[in-house]
């Protein structure tokens, strides 16, 4: 061999001497070999052996319990692996998820936020790791489709196996809310029932409690808003329920009976309509200042009554006029003198004139908006739009030439509504739901299409949601409060 090949070939040589050195060193020293690139089935190997010498049998002989767990368990897992190198397992079966059960001694799981689950059992010395996986898509190659691997990713890294946030695509657990439906509703179902199972006497019973307990003690009516509890959850909304009678209770002497106390964002505050806002953000001693000194409690009642008396009058015009309802529209206040005596003028007015007939104007509303506004018909509610100084002389006029057209608008809308509600009840039908709604403010052709792909894809969620209680939203996540799932109007199967 030439000095040159002897040269060349020594940095080769203390490299492969190094790298045999470094191999055995540094496990012992607590590194584990897991690069961010390392996602391939060499990888995925190594984790699940050292998974298998984590939940092995034999290492459970004293439990017999944790034993025949793990023994199921581990041939579910390679039922899951075998159904990546196939596609006949999608064809001919339903999607269900697969629910592994694992003992390990205490201390070796990770602590990952649900989904994964883990959870202590009464075995001493023994933890129960639970954890739903959807259904594996077919690898088809000698590697595992991108799915699987994050799927496995999820289980490797509930039992405390290293390099499982690799496989899950990034370190630690992966988020609560995947986009994929197959990679949500498995966990989310299962922490839905778990929220379910344990409801009774829990923060939203209790909570309800308090809620009762308030209108029958001080006759006020409490609320959270929905912003609030979405953010927060039932524990701290019920915390939420627990300072405002502490703070009720300092106030011994204050008069609220009748008074809507509402929890949300912002400043403390009277609105027009006599309801009190309380800063949910504040501390109790801030709710004490508010309504012990700040608050002017006669004013809050004169416009409680007032609101009342508007909520009489509006009736009145509404059956005087022949319209299903009289309501405000923009920029005009139910303490708004315009208002009031716009619904004094079409009460007197419609006296005087020949009466509607019956059936007229069915569905139709009338929408007040602020003096000087424009008037017209919005088609799409089936609603007449008319500003509150318009003459007494032109009100049965304007509302007889649009109110037919309004009229039309307002049956075109129940049509409409009612195939909309037939399309829930035929997915409620199919997907065996305890019911299904559709989130504020999500358009009704955004609520149409997911219900569509719903019953597209209904013999492989079935197996998944029914039973459940499902929101049509802008994102998928949990509604522990409401006991309910959201899932995403575009979601992806």
């Not at 994050?150 to 986009?179: E, F, N, Y």
């Amino acid at each position: 061999m030439s000095s040159a090949s002897k040269a060349g070939g020594l940095p080769s040589m203390l490299y492969l001497f190094c790298k045999g050195i470094l191999a055995s060193a540094l496990p012992r020293l607590g590194f584990v070999r897991c690069a961010s690139t390392e996602h391939g089935p060499d990888v995925l190997k190594s984790a699940l052996r050292d998974l298998y010498r984590l939940v092995h049998p034999d290492f459970f002989h004293r439990h017999p319990e944790a034993r025949a767990a793990n023994e199921r368990s581990f041939k579910l897992l390679q039922e899951y692996l075998q159904a990546t190198k196939t596609h006949a397992h999608q064809e001919q079966q339903p999607a269900v998820p697969y629910r592994f059960i694992f003992y390990l001694k205490d201390g070796e799981a990770a602590e990952a936020p649900s989904p994964p689950v883990a959870t202590p059992h009464s075995i001493p010395g023994l933890k129960r790791v639970t954890v739903n996986l959807p259904p594996p898509a077919p690898g088809g190659g000698p590697g595992h489709h991108p799915d699987t691997r994050r799927a496995l990713g999820r289980l490797l890294h509930a039992c405390g196996v290293p390099c499982a946030g690799a496989l899950a695509g990034g370190a630690g657990a992966p988020p609560l809310a995947p986009r994929r439906l197959r990679d949500f509703l498995p966990a989310a179902a299962e922490a839905l029932h778990r929220a379910a199972a344990g409801a009774a006497g829990g923060p939203a019973d209790q909570a309800a409690a308090l809620r009762g307990a308030l209108r029958l003690t001080r006759g006020v009516s409490a609320s959270v808003a929905a912003a609030v509890r979405a953010a927060r959850g039932p524990a701290a909304v019920l915390q939420l329920y627990r300072d405002l009678a502490a703070a009720l209770a300092a106030l011994p002497g204050l008069d609220l009976a009748g008074v809507a106390l509402a929890l949300r964002p912002g400043r403390s505050t009277l609105a027009p309509d006599g309801r009190v806002g309380l800063d949910s953000d504040a501390p109790r001693a801030a709710w004490v200042a508010f309504l012990g000194a700040e608050l002017d409690v006669a004013r809050c009642a004169a416009l409680r009554a007032l609101g009342r008396d508007v909520r009489r009058l509006e009736e009145s015009a509404a059956a005087a006029l022949g319209v299903d309802a009289v309501v405000r529209g923009r920029g005009i206040a139910t303490a708004d003198p315009a208002y009031r005596e716009f619904l004094d003028r079409a009460v007197a007015v419609a006296r005087d004139a020949r009466r509607p007939r019956r059936g007229d104007y069915a569905g139709v509303s009338l929408r007040v908006g602020a003096p000087g506004s424009a008037q017209g018909v919005d088609a799409a509610s089936g609603a007449v739009e008319l500003p509150a100084d318009l003459p007494a002389a032109s009100l049965i006029a304007t509302l007889g030439a649009l109110g037919r057209s309004a009229a039309q608008g307002a049956a075109r809308r129940r049509q409409a509504d009612a195939a909309l509600a037939g399309l829930a009840r035929q997915v409620e039908r199919r997907l065996r739901l305890r019911r299904l709604v559709r989130e504020d403010g999500l358009a009704e052709a955004r609520f149409r299409a997911a219900c569509q792909r719903l019953l597209q894809h209904a013999s492989s969620l079935q197996p998944l949601v029914g039973g459940l209680a499902l929101q049509i939203g802008l994102t998928n996540r949990l509604l522990l409060d409401r006991q309910a799932l959201c899932i995403a109007w575009d979601f992806e199967v």
